[in-house]
């Protein structure tokens, strides 16, 4: 039995709330007949073959009801595309440029490392996702054999993309790939540590503290602290923020009231390793001012000073001025004796 489009509507509009904690608030839905679906792509210049098109600029699902992939094309036009365009940063990038020249080399740009998204392209990323996005929901309708059917008759460059977002749910989790097309991100200390499950080998039992600090807010990034025995370094990949450094580092750091890991070690959320942050916070509260630590925040704070003609990405240059203001900062209010324990102490 073939569901009303109100009742799939519903349906899609439940999973995608438990799974992107927003649904489709400016997308409409236009359903035409086989005469009405001819004239629309005749005065539209639209192909009309698939039997559906999402037109962003008015947030628009044109639909062919006579399409016998009627219920998977609405799942890709008004689920995959339209909160796409409304809730992700990459549609809205795109909304942003709609009217302009800038369209077409936005749809066609290759995606820069470490930045939002999964596939080569935006256009890529688009279609990819909407691809994703319509099978799970078809899944939840118990129409699996009519995106099984459509899926055999896509061009073989449309198979390859959904087969690239399956593969991005099992490599990053379905929070992770959510995240990394720039939707709004909700999660807990649980969603986090599924996480780590995931990236670190051996379920992360390396893993001594993990820390979240940072604003939290919905579209910014994830800032992690990670404390190990492997050797320390940084992860960025568009909306992940990972500083990993190694055990005994971190406690000189600890010593040294590096800003670095003061600020997380202070306000972060423990996501694992209580017993471990409590012993590392008590030695920062009590951690006595020395010459050596004053020597360390100097001598930063002139390491990336020298970084500032340095090639960088602009977010990486703000990073590093940031950092820069902090261990001058820092340097100074430790010569005075004053101890910090983070960005508050700075003001």
């Not at 670190?200 to 992690?224: H, N, R, V």
Request: charged share 30%; aromatic share 12%.
């Amino acid at each position: 039995m073939v569901l009303p489009l109100q009742l799939l509507k519903e349906i899609g509009e439940q999973y995608i709330q438990r799974e992107f904690h927003c649904i489709p608030e400016r997308s409409q839905i236009k359903v035409y007949s086989e005469q009405d679906w001819k004239e629309f792509c005749r005065k539209n210049h639209f192909d009309g073959e698939g039997g559906a098109v999402y037109v962003p600029k008015i947030h628009t699902a044109y639909l062919h009801a006579g399409s016998p992939y009627f219920i998977p094309n609405f799942f890709h036009e008004y689920f995959g595309h339209g909160i796409f365009y409304e809730h992700s940063i990459l549609g809205r990038e795109l909304e942003a440029v709609l009217d302009s020249e800038k369209a077409y080399e936005y749809l066609h740009r290759i995606r820069e490392k470490n930045s939002l998204g999964f596939a080569a392209s935006n256009l890529d990323n688009f279609e990819g996702f909407a691809l994703w996005l319509e099978a799970k929901l078809c899944r939840e309708v118990q129409e699996e054999r009519t995106w099984e059917q459509k899926h055999k008759g896509l061009m073989q460059k449309d198979r390859a993309l959904f087969e690239l977002f399956q593969e991005g749910e099992e490599i990053l989790t379905r929070f992770g790939l959510i995240a990394q097309m720039g939707f709004p991100k909700y999660y807990s200390p649980q969603t986090l540590d599924g996480l780590l499950k995931r990236w670190y080998a051996s379920d992360g039992e390396d893993i001594d503290l993990a820390l979240l600090y940072g604003s939290q807010k919905p579209y910014s990034d994830i800032d992690l602290l990670i404390v190990s025995s492997r050797p320390s370094r940084n992860f960025f990949n568009g909306w992940l923020d990972i500083y990993q450094i190694e055990k005994s580092e971190f406690l000189d750091f600890v010593e040294k009231f590096d800003i670095s890991i003061t600020e997380a070690l202070s306000t972060g959320t423990v996501i694992r390793g209580d017993e471990f942050c409590t012993l590392a916070r008590k030695k920062l509260n009590t951690q006595k001012i020395t010459k050596r630590a004053i020597r360390h925040n100097r001598r930063r704070k002139e390491e990336l000073q020298a970084y500032r003609d340095a090639p960088l990405s602009e977010r990486e240059r703000k990073v590093n001025l940031s950092y820069e203001i902090s261990y001058q900062r820092t340097t100074e209010l430790l010569a005075q004796g004053k101890r910090v324990l983070g960005r508050a102490d700075l003001k």
